[in-house]
């Protein structure tokens, strides 16, 4: 072998080997940030179908005749309801839209007054009162008066989608791997937004009310004295069966 060849074939090794470096670092550069992503829908139906609290709106609408002015006793029994929830669940002012050019709308006048009467004996500040005076469409008609006042209130959905089969099939991953589909847990979800009472309960315990205190007394008495703190209901017996007839 001659020198030129032996220096030749050094060379060649010599580059060959900073390639080979070279592609295993720019492979280790390549794939040192990617990100793995295994699966984009939560398995969990309640991170699936997340429980959000916003804004909605509460209304109730007060019908008003031609000829009558002010309200009936259900329609003040109705604005005195709507005030005291106010009180407990309001976000913000009430609102009245209150029709005019209409043929009731003197009645409706009238019946604002008594509505503004009735929301300040409940505790309804002034300015918890804002009167927004509308034009109908059709003046004809006789729109009523509508009480609206926002509050949170806890939602989720929607439901209804389906976005995979629910059978055997080459599209559906979740026949095969066993997982719940996607619509699984909507309705439950839905549901227990619809009937929680208080919003915020979901997001934060209530902090604790003071003990009833004449029956913790009681109760304190009767264990002091050896005797049973259990009540006693007079009205249990009378929930049995007749013996008549045995």
């Given at each position: 072998?001659?020198?030129?060849?032996?220096?030749?074939?050094?060379?060649?090794?010599?580059?060959?080997?900073a390639?080979?470096?070279?592609?295993?670092?720019?492979?280790?550069?390549?794939?040192?940030?990617?990100?793995?992503?295994?699966?984009?829908?939560?398995?969990?139906?309640?991170?699936?179908?997340?429980?959000?609290?916003?804004?909605?709106?509460?209304?109730?609408?007060?019908?008003?005749?031609?000829?009558?002015?002010?309200?009936?006793?259900?329609?003040?029994?109705?604005?005195?309801?709507l005030?005291?929830?106010?009180?407990?669940?309001?976000?913000?002012?009430?609102?009245?839209?209150?029709?005019?050019?209409?043929?009731?709308?003197?009645?409706?006048?009238?019946?604002?007054?008594?509505?503004?009467s009735?929301?300040?004996?409940?505790?309804v500040?002034?300015?918890?009162?804002?009167?927004?005076r509308?034009?109908?469409?059709?003046?004809?008609?006789?729109?009523?008066?509508?009480?609206?006042?926002?509050?949170?209130?806890?939602?989720?959905?929607?439901?209804?989608?389906?976005?995979?089969?629910?059978?055997?099939?080459?599209?559906?991953?979740s026949?095969?791997?066993?997982?719940?589909?996607?619509n699984?847990?909507?309705?439950?979800?839905?549901?227990?937004?619809?009937?929680?009472?208080?919003?915020?309960?979901?997001?934060?315990?209530?902090?604790?009310?003071?003990?009833?205190?004449?029956?913790?007394?009681?109760?304190?008495?009767?264990y002091?004295?050896?005797?049973?703190?259990?009540?006693?209901?007079?009205?249990?017996?009378?929930?049995?069966?007749?013996?008549?007839?045995?």
């Amino acid at each position: 072998m001659t020198r030129q060849t032996f220096l030749g074939r050094t060379r060649i090794l010599r580059v060959a080997g900073a390639l080979a470096g070279l592609t295993v670092a720019l492979a280790a550069c390549t794939h040192a940030d990617e990100a793995a992503v295994t699966a984009s829908i939560p398995e969990d139906y309640r991170a699936r179908h997340p429980i959000a609290i916003e804004e909605g709106s509460q209304s109730m609408v007060v019908l008003v005749g031609r000829g009558r002015g002010g309200l009936s006793a259900e329609q003040r029994a109705d604005v005195m309801g709507l005030a005291q929830s106010w009180l407990h669940e309001g976000t913000g002012a009430i609102t009245a839209d209150v029709p005019i050019d209409t043929p009731n709308a003197r009645a409706a006048a009238d019946s604002l007054h008594e509505i503004q009467s009735l929301l300040a004996a409940a505790g309804v500040p002034p300015q918890g009162l804002t009167v927004h005076r509308y034009r109908p469409d059709d003046p004809k008609f006789m729109p009523p008066i509508r009480l609206t006042y926002p509050k949170l209130k806890a939602v989720a959905g929607p439901c209804g989608l389906w976005p995979e089969d629910l059978g055997p099939s080459i599209k559906n991953k979740s026949y095969y791997e066993n997982r719940s589909y996607y619509n699984f847990g909507c309705a439950y979800q839905r549901n227990m937004a619809a009937m929680v009472a208080n919003p915020a309960d979901l997001e934060q315990p209530r902090s604790e009310t003071p003990p009833y205190t004449p029956r913790r007394s009681e109760g304190l008495e009767k264990y002091r004295k050896g005797t049973t703190t259990a009540t006693t209901y007079p009205e249990a017996d009378r929930a049995k069966l007749s013996d008549t007839g045995k």
